[in-house]
């Protein structure tokens, strides 16, 4: 099985992408973590883009696609693959469509993990975690049992990720609505997208794309 799993970020994409690899074996295909681990390899495509990067430019749409041609050839044929990050936009949902075809794959379902933006605002900025064992905390969702204390290791002092912040947020969502705007029609027309309430419990939210890919 291939899919696609589009959110923005903090939709708790990571998440359910995660458990589709336990659950099924699926390959979760993030185009950022394959291209670091290129780099780091140095392999002809990893040199290649950290040329590019080394250049402050864009890696362009044919390094990701070698990218995900590379990794595609390394699973075999009886892995599923969960593409996270890409394609961002209609030219390479284009050149996945040739790529999937060259190893024998389709696109069996686009799974949009839908969210509200202001309650994702909350849901974001409100995180914060211990600076000292870095167990993770909510203001309101998952506060410590005592205030200003980590249930984990007593410390007491806490931090959050500065971009943890509502202008950034708001900005990530705008970003993330005009690159999938794009793609989703392309999709909507082989009638394989499936939109999928994002701000329900984990385990819902799982239930849920399960009854997608895996209906009873």
Known sequence: MNIILLGPPGAGKGTQAHRLTEHHGMRQLSTGDMLRAAVKAQTPVGIKAKEVMDRGELVSDEIVSALIDAELEAMGDDVGAIFDGYPR????????DGILGKHNRALDHVIELEVDVDALVKRITGRFSCANCGALYHNTANPPEKEGVCDQCGGTEFKRRPDDNEETVRTRMDEYRR??????????????VTRVDGMGEIDDVTTAIESVIAPA
Do not use: D, H, V
């Open 179 to 192: 690159k999938t705007a794009p793609i989703l029609p392309i999709y909507e027309e082989r009638g394989i």
């Open 89 to 96: 936009t209609a030219a390479q949902a284009e050149q996945l």
